[in-house]
């Protein structure tokens, strides 16, 4: 094989050249590592942010399976019997049940004067006596049964998380007695992975309308069947009636109601809110409210955010201010706390004997150019629609206070504090117990 020599002047050009690219190459490997370093980077933050908030969010709810009991053979009139919930595959931290029934077949057990008509497994498991028992009358005969209910415990077993509700109800005339669960205000809640409170869906195929027979008839004997005889027609005699020519009568002309031009309008308003008895600590700038001013016959509305300051006595006071507003009209005022049930005012000096029971419909509050003073004090706004607020106070609610007691932190502070004092504590579970017997805003 031949070799071949080279110049040492071609050698070391050559030297070099190898070096200047390994330098090269050393340095653009280096300039594109630090975009695939960044590129790497996103993709991992990427895929995090999908895992925790795009899965999450189109996530299913979990479902509870819910069956409902009742017996299978005829209950004898004058006898007792129940009515059962099996909850089963998630564990529940709260309940708050409607079952509808009609009270003129059966009576539910506080009727005949028991303390209270429930039982559950295990035994102890939701606290007792119940947030709420009660028997709601509507305009017919059908009644509805009101349960609410907390726990403090676990399920024994949370692998396979069952929990047992019988309502005792009293068999009172003979027929067929419907008891329906109310999906639409049925609510079972439990936790998610982050312990936050959830309400759980309920299967679309759960049965939620069960029948029992009371007393010995099992069906209705039939009637006899009456064949109809035909019967001849009578005959029928037309009689010709004359009838005079109307009057024309002249068409009055319209009544023109002269409108007043819109004022520039303020509202001086003092209120209190549920639980607030001195200068709450935890207000930052003060409480802000949503206010929405309507009239009598709907056509004028104003909306507004306003900033309440509380005092020394615990009254808040704000301002509302329109600068355009009609004042021929007679208005009703829509309150709205932050964590709170709107209220619904009528009149500018309203007054209650029970807090939170004042109530009314007819718009009654007359506004006049300037100044309006809008004294609230004596009567009370109740708390308990936290955020996110959903115009009802619900068994969700419930649970995260209950679960948050002792709470300092900023976040639960600001859902859960309902007095503004500083912490989730007992006063505040008190108080959202308290304001259930009212639920829903004005």
Not at 140 to 147: C, E
Not at 344 to 354: D, F, N, Q, S
Request: proline residues 5%; charged residues 20%; negative net charge.
């Amino acid at each position: 094989m031949a070799k071949y020599h080279f110049e040492p002047r071609i050698v070391h050009i050559f030297m070099r050249i190898k070096k200047q690219l390994k330098i090269y190459l050393a340095q653009e490997l280096k300039k594109h590592l630090k975009y695939v370093l960044l590129g790497t980077g996103i993709i991992i933050g990427l895929f995090w942010y999908i895992h925790t908030n795009i899965f999450q969010f189109f996530a299913t709810v979990p479902t509870i399976g819910i069956e409902m009991q009742v017996p299978e053979n005829n209950v004898s009139i004058e006898d007792t019997f129940t009515v059962g919930l099996r909850l089963t595959d998630q564990e529940v931290a709260a309940t708050d049940v409607f079952i509808e029934y009609d009270s003129n077949f059966v009576s539910y057990a506080l009727e005949e004067g028991a303390e209270t008509g429930i039982s559950q497994l295990p035994i102890d498991y939701f606290s007792m006596p119940p947030v709420k028992e009660e028997v709601i009358e509507t305009d017919t005969s059908l009644k509805r049964l009101h349960i609410v209910l907390v726990s403090w415990n676990q399920i024994e077993d949370p692998d396979n998380p069952f929990t047992q509700l019988n309502f005792v109800f009293h068999a009172k005339s003979e027929g067929v007695a419907t008891f329906t669960l109310l999906k639409n205000e049925l609510q079972f809640v439990g936790n998610d992975s982050q312990k936050n409170p959830i309400i759980f869906e309920i299967n679309e195929e759960t049965v939620l309308t069960k029948s029992v027979q009371i007393g010995d008839i099992d069906q209705v004997t039939p009637t006899e069947e009456i064949t109809p005889v035909p019967t001849e027609s009578p005959a029928v005699t037309v009689t010709e009636t004359l009838t005079s020519t109307p009057t024309l009568t002249e068409t009055p002309s319209p009544i023109i109601t002269q409108i007043a031009n819109p004022e520039e309008v303020q509202l001086d308003i003092r209120l209190r809110l549920q639980g607030i008895v001195g200068k709450p600590v935890a207000v930052g700038s003060g409480i802000s409210m949503k206010l929405s001013l309507i009239s009598e016959d709907k056509s004028n509305s104003y909306e507004q955010d306003v900033l309440f300051q509380p005092s020394d006595s615990g009254v808040l006071t704000g301002t509302m201010i329109l600068k355009s507003a009609y004042t021929g009209p007679l208005y009703k005022l829509l309150i709205k706390g932050p964590k709170h049930l709107q209220k619904r005012i009528c009149e500018a000096h309203p007054k209650e004997a029970v807090g939170g029971t004042y109530n009314c419909t007819k718009a009654n509050i007359q506004l006049k150019k300037g100044n309006n003073n809008i004294q609230l004090e004596n009567i009370i706004i109740l708390a308990g629609d936290i955020p996110e607020q959903d115009s009802v106070i619900n068994a969700q609610d419930i649970v995260f206070i209950r679960q948050s007691l002792g709470s300092k932190n900023v976040s639960d502070i600001n859902r859960g504090d309902l007095n503004f004092d500083g912490i989730i504590d007992s006063q505040d579970y008190s108080m959202i117990l308290n304001a259930l017997s009212f639920k829903y805003d004005d």
